[in-house]
């Protein structure tokens, strides 16, 4: 089966760093995505990772290595309009289908 | 330029029932999916149509899910005798092809009573 793994919920101070970890076990894999999710809102795209290294975008960066399966989303000067969840989404081989985590929730606090 | 929309916002229903869920994507994409999303969870893959071809059906959790796409644009999910287990927001998304980036429709909340 496919197995994406993120924590659950995570606490950060307005104009600090955080990072969001993934780990993913699929049988397949053509990219790494991260959405963002608002409250009773439609996720959007963040980034796209699909060789290792480091893709930086703004305040926002995430980080791929294939051999281990691991991904992470940075969020650089956090702000309040941040607080969301986080999804990290890894698409298999036939480009058809993304296999979504279940999302972590940030809470960024004054 | 107008976004991937999805009708109705909400809906509510019988147990039993059939519903009807609609997308329109954005014009020119020709990749479109949808999504279930339950409380506390991941989205779930249901289904994939790319143009012309073939759909991948392979998300869809039974034969009470079916969806079409017409004239390869409009799409519709279909639930036949909804069960309180599908109570869920269903998301839609489109892309041009070969995009690595998809645009979600604002979901429509379905509530199984």
């Known amino acids: 089966g496919q197995n994406i793994d993120q924590p659950t919920e995570m606490t950060a101070t307005e104009g600090a760093i955080v990072q969001i970890n993934c780990t993913y076990q699929t049988s397949g894999f053509n990219g790494l995505f991260w959405y963002q999710q608002h409250a009773g809102e439609a996720p959007t795209f963040l980034s796209y990772?699909?060789?290792?290294g480091l893709e930086e975008k703004g305040r926002f960066s995430s980080f791929l290595s294939r051999s281990k399966g691991y991904s992470y989303l940075l969020l650089k000067e956090l702000q309040m309009k941040d607080s969301a969840s986080y999804l990290c989404a890894v698409r298999d081989n036939n480009g058809n289908q993304f296999y979504f985590g279940t999302g972590t929730s940030l809470t960024v606090i004054p | 330029g107008a976004g991937v929309s999805q009708s109705p916002s909400n809906k509510v229903t019988e147990k039993g029932k059939d519903v009807e869920l609609r997308c329109d994507p954005i014009?020119?994409?020709?990749?479109l999916y949808w999504y279930r999303q339950s409380l506390g969870q991941g989205l779930e893959f249901l289904i994939y149509f790319q143009g012309n071809s073939a759909p991948d059906k392979s998300g869809l959790p039974s034969d009470r899910f079916s969806a079409e796409r017409t004239g390869g644009s409009v799409s519709t999910l279909t639930i036949q005798r909804t069960q309180q287990e599908d109570s869920a927001v269903y998301l839609c998304?489109?892309?041009?092809?070969?995009?690595?980036?998809?645009?979600f429709g604002p979901g429509t909340r379905l509530t199984v009573t």
């Open positions: 998304a489109s892309s041009l092809l070969g995009s690595t980036e998809q645009y």
């Open positions: 014009s020119g994409h020709t990749a």
């Open positions: 990772n699909v060789l290792d």
